[in-house]
């Protein structure tokens, strides 16, 4: 059964950016093993170790914000059904972080970005994703919008959100 969220958005309007203040970042797609250590660095993982589930699915995409080559920013996407088990065309996006340093710049927006037009390229209509109540309003203004109150998971209080993307429109060349 398809769910009806209330607004559908075309993913290149989801996150909004300044160019100017991002010149000097170098937003791309990176095989899960340069995501780790900068997940482990800002994220808490309670079993100990960065890598998540999704993590190897043939469908995960992980991005990642470089400055002068070093990450700075990371976000993770794969196909995985909502919470309630929607199968259809639904994604998760997960270990969003951006380094104390380089946050209120843009950088977690494009990260989210990228990992929303790799969704899109590939069929999602949904994407989901946990926060905690600190980093909610991010993602709201990402596009996301709240489900509910916020559920026990992992280590704290988070919310469910989700977002509707419409067609691809790519805000970056390949």
């Avoid at 995501?35 to 800002?42: I, Y």
Wanted: charged share 20%; net charge neutral.
């Amino acid at each position: 059964m398809d769910r009806d969220w209330g607004f559908r958005l075309p993913v290149s309007c989801l996150c909004l950016t300044k160019a100017s203040l991002l010149s000097n970042y170098d937003i791309r797609i990176v095989a899960v093993a340069d995501v780790l250590e900068l997940r482990g660095a800002l994220l808490a993982h309670p079993a100990g170790s960065p890598s998540i589930t999704g993590d190897d699915h043939p469908s995960s995409c992980h991005v990642a914000a470089r400055r002068n080559e070093i990450p700075v920013g990371i976000g993770s996407i794969y196909s995985e059904p909502t919470p309630d088990g929607n199968p259809t065309a639904t994604w998760k996006l997960h270990g969003v972080a951006v380094d104390h340093g380089h946050r209120g710049m843009g950088v977690g927006a494009l990260v989210v970005e990228r990992c929303l037009e790799h969704a899109a390229a590939h069929g999602a209509n949904v994407v989901w994703c946990t926060a905690p109540a600190g980093a909610f309003g991010f993602f709201e203004r990402c596009g996301f919008r709240r489900t509910g109150d916020p559920v026990d998971h992992r280590g704290g209080p988070q919310y469910k959100l989700f977002a509707e993307i419409g067609p691809l429109r790519r805000s970056w060349s390949i």
